[in-house]
């Protein structure tokens, strides 16, 4: 349930990648962005909203603040993102701590295994395909 957000954050980043000279698009839009979750629960399914509402700075890199708007349910998703898009990674950490996780790479070639940090949630691999 809770890896959700990781296996929408790996498909959004693919679909907005590029091959050129290992130099990847934001997975930020330039006026707004925002990510529907399915969140499921026994006997009720929500879709809620994932949304970026402001840029700040933490110990010198620049984040994103990301919120979940609909259901304040699921307060794990509150927090910064930071990409890098000459790597092709993102990270993600709770805004009040010091450790970020890494939860994508584009980097990663046919057949790798990825497997997220994400300290609050159960680790996912997935597998590029």
Not at 8 to 37: D, M, R
Not at 69 to 97: A, Q
Not at 100 to 109: G, V
Request: proline residues 2%.
């Amino acid at each position: 349930m809770k890896n959700y957000l990781f296996i929408i954050l790996i498909a959004v980043s693919i679909c907005f990648s590029q091959n050129v000279n290992a130099q990847y698009k934001s997975i930020f839009g330039k006026t707004e962005t925002s990510w529907n979750v399915l969140i499921t629960a026994p006997d009720i399914d929500l879709t809620d909203s994932l949304v970026v509402t402001y840029d700040t700075v933490d110990n010198g890199l620049t984040y994103k603040k990301l919120v979940n708007i609909r259901y304040n349910l699921y307060s794990n998703f509150h927090g910064l993102l930071r990409e890098d898009t000459s790597l092709g990674k993102i990270w993600f950490k709770k805004e009040y701590d010091t450790v970020e996780n890494l939860i994508s790479n584009l980097s990663l070639a046919l057949g790798d295994t990825f497997v997220s940090q994400f300290k609050d949630f159960n680790s996912l691999p997935v597998i590029v395909d």
